[in-house]
């Protein structure tokens, strides 16, 4: 048997800078390695002492697999991996998170349970930078139509997908690359795609401790609006044609969502734009009671 049909999960860890909180993640996963298990890591053309972390770390770990790339993003370093993969499954584990003991355990018990699944999701804890934390637990995702399902995951916000408490299948990742020129949400194009595809598992098991530290809670607002509608083309090109009439819908929310952050930085005249686009592709949404109060705060909106 070849070492390709003997790998089960490869655990693919992107990294850029981040040589201080590197060894964490590291740890959290060799601690765990199995027969079935391979570690390969990204390094996105780090400045820092990442490449000394790595060599220290393959020098003691030889299962540890180690490549380099010139410096082209999170989706490109994730999609690097995913090709250089052996495994029938992927899981993506930024560089700042952590599984917690047994997570890969309990991924491979469940695909046991389940081995139709193309998707499989877990708890994880959230870690906020005061040092609270969080259990949150997936929700089920009962089989649907694949609209239903993007209704449900990209508009009412009822299935909740993240690196590092999931599991993908690796050839369907393979068919829905990480869209590279997109900087921000470009998991969500690859995420409903793996919705609609193929029947997902859910386990309550915390997974992953994820960190939400001061740099993963800032927002880069340069293009917000051209790269909003970049991604709305994202989603819906890896979606198949019965889910198409969503998207006036989802793009009407991503307005929302710009609104609002328009409306708390104190730019009133952005927020009135981005209102206005949002009415316009969906009035329903945008006279929702929660985005209505708010446009009421703005004088002479429209």
């Known amino acids: 048997m070849t070492q390709a049909a003997e790998t089960l999960i490869s655990v693919i860890i992107p990294t850029y800078n981040y040589a201080h909180l590197l ?12 027969a079935d298990v391979e570690l390969i890591v990204v390094d996105d053309g780090s400045t820092d002492a990442t490449a000394e972390v790595l060599a220290a770390y393959a020098a003691r770990h030889p299962q540890l697999r180690l490549l380099d790339q010139a410096n082209a993003g999170a989706a ?4 690097h991996g995913i090709r250089k993969a052996r495994g029938r499954f992927a899981l993506l ?3 700042d998170d952590e599984l917690l003991p047994g997570a890969l355990a309990n991924l491979r018990t469940l695909l046991a349970e ?4 193309g998707m499989l ?3 994880q804890v959230s870690v906020y930078p005061d040092g609270r934390e969080r259990l949150r637990l997936p929700t089920p995702v009962p089989g649907a139509s694949p609209r239903q399902l993007a209704s449900r995951y990209l508009l009412e916000k009822r299935v909740s ?3 590092g408490c999931s599991l993908f299948r690796r050839d369907l990742l393979l068919q829905r690359p990480y869209p590279e020129h997109l ?3 470009e998991d969500v194009a690859v995420f409903a795609h793996l919705l609609v595809s193929a029947p997902v598992a859910v386990t309550r098991a915390p997974l992953a401790r994820i960190h939400k530290h001061a740099d993963s809670l800032r927002h880069n607002r340069d293009n917000e609006e051209a790269r909003a509608l970049a991604m709305v083309r994202e989603v819906f090109a890896g979606l198949p044609p019965e889910c198409h009439s969503l998207r006036r819908r989802y793009q009407a929310q991503r307005y929302l969502s710009l609104f609002r952050t328009a ?9 009135r734009h981005f209102y206005r686009c949002a009415f316009r592709l969906s009035p329903w949404q945008a006279l929702r009671a929660r985005h209505l109060r708010k446009a009421i705060r703005l004088l002479a909106w429209w």
């Open 263 to 271: 409306l708390l930085a104190g730019e009133c005249s952005t927020a």
């Open 121 to 123: 999701l877990g708890a």
């Open 183 to 185: 900087r921000g949400g």
């Open 23 to 34: 060894p964490r993640a590291l740890a959290s996963v060799l601690s765990q390695m199995a």
């Open 93 to 95: 584990l930024d560089a």
């Open 114 to 117: 389940h081995p139709e699944a």
């Open 161 to 163: 997908i993240s690196h």
């Open 76 to 79: 490109a370093a994730r999609n």
